[in-house]
């Protein structure tokens, strides 16, 4: 298993939006993203930033990757969350970060 | 269990004191932690902003952080973490974020 943490930002307005959207995540979207291994998987919120932390529990990350991206549905939940992003690292949607630590 | 996210923010310069001390930190500063019921505890960084996640196993969150909070060896930690912070919410080391989204 592997951890991932990621970051971004939303634009002024953009927090109404993006949680109503999670509240009621599409079925074939949540589906996807278990299909391609990821678990344990949460978004946070504050102050017009955005935090995701999941664990990757596959042996392929980046093919399961592509394998998410090239699904019509997941591009159409995207489309419908990402114009409110304002990323925190110019020109990525969602950055990854470097884990400084960890306690199981 | 209840998972919790958290954000701050590290003075420009404070990233390489902090992920020196948290390379190797304190074992009494971890014993700590785990007897305060704290588990899968991660903390990540980029581009200034420090995000924590974990998962709290205990039953009286707000009784054990006070546990810790007295722990003198847990005090110095802190004196030695602190002073890169730059809070990313006035007055609040870490701030509580919100959770948007789980999936198990």
Chains 1, 2 share one sequence.
Not at 15 to 35: Q, R, T
Not at 48 to 65: C, I, P, Q, R, T
Request: charged share 30%; with cysteine.
């Amino acid at each position: 298993m592997k951890r991932y943490g990621m970051v971004t930002r939303l634009k002024p307005g953009g927090y109404e939006n993006y949680k109503k959207l999670h509240a009621d995540i599409w079925p074939d979207v949540l589906w996807m993203i278990e299909h391609c291994n990821i678990r344990n998987y949460s978004i946070y919120y504050r102050e017009g930033l955005l935090f995701s932390y999941f664990e990757y529990v596959g042996d392929d990350f980046e093919k399961d990757m592509a394998v998410m991206a090239a699904d019509e549905t997941t591009q159409r939940w995207w489309k419908a969350c990402t114009p409110d992003f304002d990323p925190y690292v110019p020109g990525e949607y969602w950055a990854p970060m470097e884990e400084l630590f960890h306690l199981d």
